[in-house]
């Protein structure tokens, strides 16, 4: 089955606009997370949904928001873009709460 | 901040067992311990996961110690291809949010 895929693969934006990022899930899969990975801060979790809520978010600032529709599929939008938010984003999904997750290939964000 | 914690690297010959330890001494009774491993420049890839009894699947075994406080990963025997940044990790109480150390990173050489 198809998994995890992430739109667009690679990104290059410049500081101060706005990017929204895709994710679509594995068919069935109603959990879908995001995580920022840098070669600094490592791993982190950005936020979680399911069935379209909100239920989880990590700590990061407003700019940072997302969303998921009825189909599952999910995007996240980075607003005000900073240097600093140069970085490999991650969606994960899985198919309940606290059950092993499947990662997508990410996108990785270049801000210039 | 992440509960569980790994050495930084390892180095494993070829078609020789990788042993990878995590200690998660603060995780409460009822989380699992989750296994990804990431290969340059991809996303994670779950691997196993346990509770309290010992786990294998074609990937790899899991051997949780009796306290659980800590567990081995075991690649029986290791490939170049298993190269990579290998990650203990597990579940906050809600289930929703996975915390990340810094992981192993393991290289399996000739």
């Known amino acids: 089955k198809a998994g995890v895929t992430q739109t667009p693969r690679y990104l290059i934006k410049t500081r101060g606009q706005q990017v929204t990022l895709s994710c679509s899930p594995i068919?069935?899969?109603?959990?879908v997370s995001w995580y920022q990975q840098t070669p600094g801060q490592g791993l982190q979790f950005l936020f979680e949904y399911f069935s379209e809520t909100q239920r989880n978010k990590g700590n990061f600032p407003g700019r940072f928001s997302g969303r998921q529709f009825s189909n599952s599929r999910s995007e996240m939008n980075v607003s005000t873009l900073e240097l600093g938010d140069s970085a490999l984003y991650l969606c994960?999904?899985?198919?309940?709460?606290?059950?092993?997750?499947?990662f997508g290939s990410g996108t990785r964000l270049t801000v210039v | 901040d992440a509960k569980t914690t790994q050495p930084t690297s390892m180095d494993c010959a070829e078609g020789r067992a990788a042993n990878l330890p995590c200690n998660h001494s603060t995780i409460s009774g009822n989380e699992y311990v989750y296994w990804y491993r990431q290969i340059h420049s991809q996303g994670p890839q779950y691997i196993i996961h346990?509770?309290?009894n010992n786990e294998t699947n074609e990937m790899a075994s899991l051997i949780i110690t009796e306290d659980r406080k800590s567990s081995t990963l075991i690649l029986p025997h290791a490939t170049l291809r298993d190269t990579a940044v290998y990650y203990c990790?597990?579940?906050?109480?809600?289930?929703?949010?996975?915390?990340f150390g810094g992981g192993t990173r393991l290289m399996v050489k000739p």
């Open positions: 346990g509770l309290k």
């Open positions: 068919s069935g899969h109603r959990s």
């Open positions: 990790t597990s579940y906050n109480n809600a289930g929703n949010m996975l915390t």
């Open positions: 994960a999904s899985s198919l309940r709460t606290g059950t092993s997750n499947t």
